[in-house]
């Protein structure tokens, strides 16, 4: 199972790991608010991992105190395989700090395999549902038909309904085959380790969670410029550059669609001074993706 090479990227001690099967039952009744949800769940999820749980007494990592420090400004979500992020739940509170006034005791690392032919809006659907039941930070490895995904999001309390979960600001990666990486998914994998994080991503248990989103922003950019550089600094030093990123990446992505439609639109176009006027709109979003591609390879 490609999978399991991811989850063994992390380096994880023993004493962190628990491979406990989860029984579908549980997030049907805890985490699918509509009959659809639940034909998903039942569906396309063949099976549920509880991989391992990271907290001091498994990783040494020290949990986060939301009461200690300031909150952080969100940022908008990585452009990858699709942010598992909450889009107008909790009243359109998504756009709200997710992590603010939220301690962070331990982490999860759960597993997802979905059955064939799970498409990617269904994939994206299941990777909320998951990260919504369960109550703490969850790092989520799904295999789908189309391959691999990590996908982490950060979560609050629901702002209007007690005992629920908002996700938001949410990365995943795109999806990839672990046995057979290329060279930047293979130094993506390598930087997952805990021994290879900076001590500043092993602060508190908040700190390596982001380690992890700020990685999955890492592997994007690489998607785009070629090589892959993990993050070295603390999470308040890379802000505004992974923000900048994340915004890059999220403009690249409405930029292809346009040149797609633009070209298609030319490839049927039977007026000449229609095709000039659309070869020049091509010409035009080609410059723009340059400029994108400039910006993040910087």
Do not use: C
Request: hydrophobic residues 50%; charged residues 20%; aromatic residues 4%.
């Amino acid at each position: 199972m490609t999978a399991q090479v991811l989850i063994d990227a992390f380096r994880l001690p023993a004493q962190a790991l628990v491979a406990q099967r989860i029984p579908k039952k549980l997030l049907v009744e805890q985490g699918a608010p509509t009959a659809a949800d639940k034909r998903l769940i039942n569906d396309t999820i063949d099976e549920l991992w509880w991989q391992a749980t990271l907290k001091p007494g498994t990783v040494g990592v020290p949990a986060f105190h939301a009461a200690t420090v300031p909150a952080t400004p969100a940022t908008a979500p990585t452009a990858g395989a699709g942010s598992a992020a909450d889009g107008a739940s909790d009243g359109g509170a998504a756009s709200a700090n997710a992590t603010e006034a939220t301690d962070v005791i331990e982490l999860v690392l759960v597993s997802a395999h979905l059955r064939p032919p799970t498409r990617e809006a269904q994939a994206r659907r299941l990777m909320q549902l998951i990260h919504r039941a369960i109550p703490y930070p969850v790092l989520l490895v799904i295999q789908a038909p189309a391959g691999t995904v990590l996908s982490v999001a950060h979560k609050r309390a629901s702002l209007g309904e007690a005992g629920k979960w908002v996700v938001a600001d949410g990365a995943d990666t795109h999806a990839f085959n672990p046995a057979q990486p290329t060279a930047a998914e293979t130094e993506f994998m390598a930087s997952l380790a805990l021994a290879q994080l900076p001590p500043s991503a092993l602060a508190d248990l908040r700190a390596l969670y982001q380690a992890m989103a700020d990685r999955i922003t890492a592997l994007a950019v690489a998607q785009v410029t070629g090589h892959f550089k993990a993050p070295e600094a603390a999470a308040a030093a890379l802000a505004p550059r992974t923000a900048a990123q994340r915004q890059a990446l999220a403009e690249r992505s409405q930029l292809l669609d346009q040149l797609a439609s633009a070209r298609s639109t030319a490839a049927k176009a039977r007026q000449m001074s229609q095709r000039v006027e659309l070869n020049l709109q091509i010409q035009r979003l080609q410059r723009q993706l340059q400029e994108l591609q400039d910006r993040l390879a910087t």
